[in-house]
């Protein structure tokens, strides 16, 4: 009988959401009748659905961890929140045993489905909880969900495919693991327009620590007839950290970037289309906003292609929208 784990850190939370795709936490107090009435219940969802690495359950104690309670805004428990892939998709208070049971059924299910198609072994699943091309490295989590799409500026993209949002979509990409036809119905990535260059602006809505840019490119394998009209993947990027707009094409080029990186082709994972670009840490602590530039592609074609980007790393505080401070300064 797996059981729930009972959470003594925020440092053990961070874990145990790195390490399972599916993490169901308990906050509760003691003294509360309402949490006493609900926890068998909890005890026995979580004695019956419990799969290591998985589908793992957590208890948190709100009175003893204040630090994690005040993250999840546990002030009245019994408090429930469900995480997949280290995002949390539901969050629910209250002694409804039948919702408790729904809500975790439901994402057990997806997983005993494997939904997503691409398995446990690379790290990445499916469906509309969040999609991932790559494992987490080991104690952070996929803080894609701190982007603030409202700010979001790409430039040099075609109309004719999705827009910037399609970049963070938590879904599959509609061409994952298919042929040249794939995705025709659905353009659901970006790709450059009059040359290889894409030059993307993301800010933040809190500062975070970034680990791992994860990018997931599925351009159509091409034919000897039409090489030049078959999209790239990117290979060489750069990045720049704590813009307060975005870089045009022309002012990229005297600024020197934060970090560079050549992608070659055994960098792309052979089944999920995604490229690992592992920063350099210490660089990388406090950051609210990053500009990403696509400088070219990889082969003779005239146009890139990038269908999904997770961020991963820890999120800090939370920013004020609309006063873009200066952290560190513009480098």
């Known amino acids: 009988m797996s ?19 599916i993490v169901v936490v308990n906050f509760y107090n003691e003294w509360n009748p309402a949490c006493k009435t609900i926890s068998p219940v909890y005890d026995q969802l979580a004695a019956s659905l419990a799969r290591p ?41 209250g002694t409804n045993p039948q919702q408790l049971s729904d809500n975790i059924k439901k994402l057990a299910a997806e997983v005993e489905s494997g939904e997503g198609g691409f398995g446990e072994a690379s790290g990445s699943s499916g469906g509309s909880g969040g999609w991932r091309g790559a494992s987490l490295p080991r104690g ?14 790409l430039l040099n993209s075609d109309s004719e495919f999705g827009g910037v949002r399609t970049l ?55 034919d000897d007839d039409d090489d030049d009209e078959v999209p790239l993947r990117p290979k060489t990027i750069h990045l720049y950290t704590n813009r307060q707009h975005n870089l045009g094409f ?18 792309w994972d052979e089944n999920t289309g995604t490229a690992k670009l592992e920063l350099r840490f210490v660089k990388f602590q406090n950051v609210y906003s990053l500009v990403l530039f696509v400088v070219d592609g990889d082969g003779d074609g005239e146009k890139t292609r990038i269908d999904r980007i997770r961020i991963i790393g820890e999120s800090g505080e939370k920013r004020e929208m609309g006063k873009l401070e200066k952290v560190g300064g513009d480098e």
Do not use: C
């Open 168 to 222: 963070f979509d938590t879904t599959k990409p509609s061409s994952a693991g298919k042929g040249k036809a794939a995705g025709e119905s659905k353009k659901d990535w970006v790709e450059s327009d009059v040359d290889e260059q894409l030059m993307l602006y993301l800010p933040f809505t809190s500062n975070l620590k970034v680990h791992t840019i994860q990018i997931t490119s599925f351009p159509p394998k091409a």
């Open 53 to 93: 690495n998985v589908v793992s359950f957590a208890k948190v104690n709100a009175e003893q961890q204040t630090q994690i309670a005040q993250s999840y805004g546990a002030t009245s428990p019994p408090l429930f929140v469900i995480f997949k892939n280290g995002n949390q998709v539901s969050k629910f208070t």
């Open 140 to 153: 952070y989590t996929d803080v894609t969900d701190q982007v603030d799409v409202r700010g979001l500026d």
């Open 3 to 21: 059981g729930s784990t009972q959470i003594s850190s925020p440092e053990q939370l961070r874990t145990l959401l790195s390490s399972s795709r």
């Open 250 to 267: 022309e002012e990229a080029e005297d600024i020197a970037p934060t970090q560079t990186f050549e992608l070659n082709p055994s960098d």
